[in-house]
């Protein structure tokens, strides 16, 4: 079982900068997928970036946002610079015992963590 556990949202200003983290306990993490979502009051969870081999962003962050990993920490990061008000959300990582095509869907991933809110003001 894996226990993932986000920090670093909070309250900024359009165009202010995040960096928000994922630190994970009880797997193996270097072997694990990773990914962001966020989701909104009344709306799905959707997908923000993922990182396996490579990484991947939805088309909204591209440019914007980055997702890296440090296997020594056993930490995922993401990276939010520029950011609109549009971007407020609770962001989840989430983890992936097994590669998936469908990274993009939630339901590729078997591990949650409790969500961290993103604010941003205008």
């Known amino acids: 079982q894996v226990q993932l556990v986000e920090s670093g949202g909070g309250l900024v200003q359009a165009g202010d900068s995040l960096k928000l983290s994922c630190v994970a306990s009880?797997?193996?993490?270097?072997?694990?997928?990773f990914a962001w979502f966020r989701q909104t009051s009344g709306k799905e969870r959707e997908f923000v970036a993922w990182i396996g081999g490579g990484t991947d962003y939805a088309g909204f962050v591209k440019g914007r946002f980055t997702i890296s990993r440090d296997n020594d920490k056993n930490t995922v990061f993401l990276e939010m610079n520029n950011l609109k008000p549009e971007d407020t959300a609770v962001y989840y990582c989430?983890?992936?015992?097994?590669?998936?095509?469908?990274?993009?869907?939630?339901?590729?991933?078997?591990?949650w963590g409790q969500g961290t809110q993103v604010t941003v003001s205008s």
């Open positions: 989430a983890a992936a015992r097994y590669f998936s095509r469908t990274y993009s869907s939630s339901r590729s991933y078997d591990f």
């Open positions: 009880g797997g193996t993490f270097r072997t694990y997928y």
